[in-house]
């Protein structure tokens, strides 16, 4: 028995990785679809790469497969590589052989040799990539009880409208790359993706508005039958705030309408002021299918230097020095201070600062999310490079 892990070489071999993928949740013995939600994926995503598919080839045959979906994110203003996740699927008659895990530790390879900084993935089997480095990150959802809703206004001081993608394209992207372009987290996504996104992730077209004030669309907001998905404002204006509050208003309104009972969105701060605004109660909780794995520390801090740099430049600590050992269970990195410049180097013997974290909590320093009662966070140091911050991935961006 001959077995390899690579990726495929031709459209035989992609076809028959997609028939894996589509196995793992609809298996169909009429075989390869070429309307098929995978297939449609591949064929319309703008940053696929052939090489990204990795795959288990069992005597030439694929036995089981794993699709990488580049994505540029924002962390803060920094734009890094991160490698999605996604598509994984076993060939019925290859299933419980350990090909699965095998591809992962192929994929490993691949990311960290292939210049992606960060890997991201949704799973609810977290065991089964935690054995290849991935850790669960825990996010924070809210729920709203639709049943238990105060009376809802109509919006009056904004008109309201199904989106147009043909007329309101051009609108929608401004206000989204503007509302987005700081916030850690969300895609970086250009015009073909724009286009392209919903012919393999649908939107329903009812559940998709946006909100006018005097002609100009200041808020869109889309839906999905149980969730708030997106939502994009002008930011810093008073106007934008409350047409956000009306679009919300009008989506629970509709779902209310159409018997549904519980709306669940992911708990950024945006939504926390509209619900408090609006007075809509709801109740939190807390979500375990996000995993992230660093695939390249130094990469991932080297592009985040001029911001750290600046963050450093406009603080108190303008004129630290010193040296910052970050240290978790797969790599070490330092960040070595002098004279306003940061250099990122493999290890020191005498750091300042010695931190030995889990790979969790790395994450959420630089994503900006580790608790107050953290160790570290006694440094205010760390606190200037890595201040407060929210993680936020948009789910129509999900892969």
């Known amino acids: 028995m001959q077995i390899t892990y690579r990726a495929p070489e031709n459209i035989e071999e992609l076809n028959d990785s997609i028939y894996c993928s ?3 949740f609809d298996w169909s013995e009429e075989g390869f679809s070429d309307d098929h939600f995978f297939s449609r994926i591949v064929k319309y995503d703008p940053w696929y790469n052939l090489s990204n598919t990795r795959a288990c080839f069992v005597n030439g045959q694929v036995a089981s497969v794993v699709v990488i979906f580049e994505r540029p994110i924002r962390i803060g203003n920094t734009i890094v590589k991160m490698g999605g996740l996604g598509s994984v ?21 691949y990311l960290e040799t292939s210049s992606f900084d960060l890997s991201l993935l949704f799973t609810g089997i977290n065991e089964h990539y935690a054995k290849a480095g991935w850790v669960t990150y825990p996010v924070t959802f809210r729920s709203i ?3 238990k809703l105060p009376t809802l206004k109509p919006a009056i001081e904004v008109s309201i409208e199904r989106y147009n993608a043909k007329a309101n394209l051009p609108a929608v992207m401004e206000i989204y790359d503007q509302f987005n372009q700081n916030r850690t987290g969300t895609t970086v996504r250009n015009l073909t993706y724009w286009h392209n996104q919903p012919k393999w992730r649908g939107q329903a077209p009812d559940l998709f508005w946006v909100a006018r004030k005097e002609g100009r669309i200041v808020a869109y907001l889309k839906g999905g039958s149980k969730d708030i998905l997106e939502i994009g404002y002008q930011p ?5 705030e409350t047409a956000l509050n009306q679009l919300v208003q009008h989506f629970l309104q509709n779902r209310m309408e159409i018997g549904q009972e519980t709306i669940r969105v992911e708990d950024y701060m945006e939504i926390q002021k509209t619900l408090e605004q609006l007075g809509i109660p709801s109740s939190t909780d807390i979500q375990n299918h996000f995993m992230f794995r660093i695939t390249n520390f130094r990469s991932l801090l080297v592009k985040l230097v001029p911001m750290l740099e600046n963050r450093l430049s406009k603080s108190d600590l303008s004129t630290w020095q010193g040296e910052i050992r970050l240290q978790y269970e797969l790599d070490v990195q330092t960040l070595i201070i002098s004279d306003g410049k940061i250099k990122i180097r493999p290890r020191t013997d005498t750091p300042n600062i010695d931190l030995q974290l889990s790979q969790l909590e790395i994450l959420r320093l630089i994503f900006g999310e580790l608790k107050t009662s953290s160790p570290s966070t006694a440094y ?4 200037t490079l890595f201040p407060p911050d929210q993680l936020l991935h948009w789910p129509t961006d999900n892969f």
Request: glycine share 8%; net charge positive.
């Open 89 to 109: 699927g076993t060939h019925p008659d290859h299933r419980k052989k350990g090909y699965s895990s095998q591809v992962l530790l192929d994929t490993v390879n």
């Open 380 to 383: 205010p140091i760390l606190s």
């Open 145 to 147: 009880d639709l049943p």
């Open 22 to 24: 589509m196995c793992a």
């Open 236 to 240: 810093n204006t008073k106007t934008g």
